[in-house]
């Protein structure tokens, strides 16, 4: 138990943190939208760190994300112009360094789609940003469905990698009509694909509209992995040995549980692992769960001469994978997940990973 909340946090702590700027007029929704894309509540009123009078940088230990949210885009011409010094010296400070971490990734510019309009400066400014970094365009506020002015946008052809409309909280019109949230998971699409590499793991982290990405990752991600470990010359596990959960299965555990971003109460985490881990309240893995578990894998029955070769081990280790991200897939839609006992995290882990080998006949 120990050795896995030690390497998750260790995981964690490794990630490579995206740093995205979010720039637009004030009264476009940039809080409203940063609170509804990530994990945890990233605005609150006194949160923030000043870094000059028109930057502020924003962050969380618990979230792996960096965002620097700009002020003052609508004062007066030199006011402006103080302020795209101050963002400018910043940015082409952080570039100078050699640490990925430093470096200023993405840009979201916002514009409040209602106001149908975008001024000459902000596309000046869209294009001088652009040439330091990948620029989103995002379309706040838009519930309304006339596309003229983000056809207009299109045709202006701005150096952005996308431009995208949304909505980042439902609308309420008239009485009891609302207007439901939409657009969140077309920007996570748009973001992970113009952000490094290096940062995309720590992104999807962060990120909690986008389940799909989430489940899409951890099985990639899962994949590469059990290829690699049971490789041609994969040593085969003892059948003792399989009464635990071994490194590669604490590596799977600790990656898929980084991916999905859970929250990193200890008290959570012990529950997920317990139920992983072969406790009193969840054997997955002791000799009679593998035993009764071998019968699913075609030609094998029973294990001849006491090992499991490479194959059946990776069969069941991508099984343990695939059924774990099942349930972290279910988890993340329950709002009362830290109530869960590992009694029902350990039986719907139980239940899914039979599912999965059967997969294998």
């Known amino acids: 138990m120990k050795d896995i909340i030690k390497e998750l946090e260790s995981d964690y702590d490794s990630m490579v943190k995206p740093n995205i700027m979010i720039a637009g007029k004030t009264g476009v929704g940039k809080s409203t939208l940063i609170n509804a894309i990530f994990r945890e509540k990233m ?34 011409e030199i006011a402006r112009e103080e302020v795209q010094n101050e963002i400018l010296d910043e940015i082409k400070k952080r570039e100078k360094n050699k640490d990925i971490n430093e470096h200023i990734h993405l840009m979201w510019y916002s514009i409040s789609y209602e106001s149908f309009r975008i001024e000459q400066e902000e596309i000046e400014w869209i294009r001088l ?22 056809e207009q946008l299109q045709k202006l052809e701005l150096p952005v990698k996308n431009i995208v409309r949304l909505l980042a909280a439902p609308k309420r019109i008239i009485n009891n009509i609302e207007i439901p949230a939409y657009g969140l998971n077309n920007l996570v699409d748009a973001t992970f694909d113009a952000l490094p590499e290096a940062t995309k793991r720590a992104f999807v982290n962060a990120q909690k509209t986008n389940i799909d990405l989430k489940v899409k990752e951890a099985k990639k991600w899962s994949t590469g992995f059990i290829a690699s470990s ?79 070769n490479g194959a059946v081990a990776s069969t069941i280790t991508t099984s343990l994978a695939f059924a774990y991200i099942k349930v972290c897939e279910k988890l993340s839609y329950q709002n009362d997940m830290e109530s869960m006992s590992a009694d029902e995290i350990a039986e719907m882990v139980r239940e899914q990973y039979k599912k999965e080998l059967k997969k294998n006949k």
């Open 43 to 76: 605005v609150q009123t006194g949160t923030g760190k000043p870094i000059t009078q028109h930057l502020q940088r924003i962050s969380k230990d618990s979230v792996p994300v960096t965002l620097f949210d700009t002020k003052g885009l609508e004062l007066t």
């Open 129 to 150: 940003f652009s040439k330091k970094m990948p620029v989103i365009l995002v379309l706040t506020q838009c519930f309304s469905d006339d596309t003229s002015f983000y």
């Open 230 to 308: 049971f490789g041609a010359g994969f040593a085969p596990i003892p059948f003792s040995d399989a009464v635990v959960l071994s490194g590669i299965q604490i590596t799977l555990i600790t990656k898929i549980t980084n991916i999905f971003g859970f929250s990193r109460s200890r008290a959570l985490t012990q529950t997920i692992v317990s139920a992983l881990a072969g406790t009193s309240a969840a054997t997955l893995t002791g000799r009679a769960m593998v035993g009764q578990l071998l019968k699913f894998i075609p030609g094998v029955g029973t294990v001849a001469g006491g090992i499991i």
